[in-house]
């Protein structure tokens, strides 16, 4: 893990030598960073809004969206708490280690889906109608009040 990062640090400081030398314009670590972070944010919106647009039809959306979000956040947490083990030296930075505790998350919120479907599914057991019209006296509930001419 620690190998990863560091390899990650070179490549992007690659990036930044090439960025300069490229486009021949000298710019400040701050400058780079408010136009390649902000070119890179632009990018992933532009490809993640139409795969949201298309969740938003989905049923049960709030609770895709919620795990994406919370997804997202647990890969930054276990990456910030890994980076911490390394500065720290209390424990090994190891990348499986990051990917279990992803998989924790996964197989809890797996666990968590099952009984709120459970849950949801004996709510709207108990919540269904208990005498069932038949669809002509639903449709037309008015007929019964028109005069005969």
Known sequence: MKALILWLASLVNEIHDQISLRVGI????????????????IAFFLLVYPIFKWI?????KTTILAF????TVMIVL?????IQQAITDRG?????????????????????????????????????????????????P?????SKK
């Not at 938003?56 to 049960?60: L, S």
């Not at 919120?109 to 038949?134: C, D, E, H, M």
Request: net charge positive.
């Open 142 to 146: 008015l007929k019964k009040f028109r």
């Open 68 to 71: 994406i979000y919370t997804f």
């Open 92 to 140: 090994q930075m190891e990348f499986s280690d990051a990917v279990v505790g992803l998989w924790g998350f996964i197989v809890l919120f797996f666990i968590y889906s099952i009984v709120a479907g459970i849950v949801y599914g004996f709510v709207q057991f108990l919540k269904r109608p208990k005498n069932k019209k038949t669809t002509s006296e639903s449709t037309t």
């Open 56 to 60: 938003d039809k989905f049923k049960f």
């Open 26 to 41: 000298q710019m400040t670590d701050k400058e780079l960073h408010f136009w390649v972070i902000g070119l890179v944010g």
């Open 78 to 82: 276990v990456f910030a708490i890994e």
